[in-house]
């Protein structure tokens, strides 16, 4: 309904929060001729500053929101006119545009925030009728007119006094409005600060589960490594134990050896025989002291082995790894292989499908021509039929048969030159064994 192909700037915002004193519209009619152009007559305060995408419409009377107009038009930019002075405007409006019924209608001034800032008195599209022509009144008549006046101008009073505690109101609504809007603002950075925390939450969880995971593995790892150590302690302390025993056993021997010195030294030189063989035996004892040593720095190799041993453990499951690929990789050719059996089965299916057809037709040609080829036809054809001898032909071997076999002993040759499939019961010739067997190694690889 409007002239232009733009849509105005419109908005949900209610008839409380508009405001209709920052543009007068002057010269309303009550009446605008149908089938006419009309212009719309209006002043711009010093409390607008008009922009760009200012309109005026037409809206019918009862309207809630600024979504609700008939037709527009683009509100003109004022020019070379100080912002402090009112302003007055016209918008001419063509007859096309204009509403066909009598309803009653009302300019509106809407700014480019879908906000209206001005409103004109009701009027109608509708020829001018008797009632509205001046008529004589008595003297009676016009007292109470004016007294009409009166209670119409304290209703007016009134009604202006309204408009300014509405008007207050409005101002009020409007500060509570941009109230609104602040914490709007301040609720959508707060949802987008929440969002992000969500999201950064979600990486963490995402990394958490990826470190459990982690953690799992290790703990495996190192209960194998306890349960490495539990038997390498285990053996430990029995060597320890064993060493002790040893141990103890060297200081009863040194004790001996030191009592038996005593005696040395009390007995006379009769006795150096008898201390000679105590050294003997202190010396055996040494050695196997010695020998103990040696078997606690062997257990102590053992020791530094078992904990190379865990490297070769991993070097092992590396090892696997790599024959896990080598199978993955074993198995995708195998399957490229199956894919190129499987198309060379189909070729050869259909292969079989056409030499079919071909048996077919070579049987049909056969049963068409069961009387034997004559160089002057056959004299007793059609008065004695029963000479006529038909042949059968085996699509394999080429061997003839009468007509008389039986049908289920010509099939029965001519299957024993076939193989069937057990599975999918596809018959092959006997001479394409190699097909046959792939047919049936796909069927294996399913």
Known sequence: MDETSDEPPTSA?????????QVIFNNVEKFYVPGGDIT????LTNNIAPRGKDWVGIFRVG???????YTFMWAPLPSGVSDRLAVQQQIHFKAYYLPKDDEYYQFCYVDQDGVVRGASVPFQFRAETEDDILVVTTQGEVEEIELQNKNLLKENEELKE??????KQNTDLQEQLKKSQELQNRFESLKSNTEKVEQELNSVKEENKHLKELAKCEEAKLHQLKEQIQKVTSEKEHLETRLKTALDRM???QSQVLNYEKEVARLDHDKTEQLGSLKEENRQLCITVAEQRE????????????KGSEANLSHLLQNEQHQKRDLMKELEEKKHLFEILQAKNNETDKENQELRKENDDLLRRLSQSAVGDLVFGNPYYGEVAWHS??????????????????????EAHVHSHLLECPLCNETFEKTNLQV???????????
């Open 13 to 21: 915002v209610l008839l409380d929060n508009c405001h209709f004193s």
């Open 40 to 43: 719309c007559y209006y002043t």
């Open 63 to 69: 309207w809630k929101t600024t979504r609700e107009y």
């Open 162 to 167: 309204s408009c300014a505690s509405l008007q």
């Open 251 to 253: 200081d009863q021997l």
């Open 295 to 306: 078997h606690k720095e062997k257990l102590e190799r053992v020791l530094e082995n078992v």
């Open 389 to 410: 001898v038909s042949i059968r032909k085996c699509p394999m071997c080429d061997e003839v048969f009468p007509e008389d076999i039986s049908t289920s002993d010509f």
């Open 436 to 446: 046959f067997d792939d047919h049936i190694y796909c069927h294996n690889l399913e």
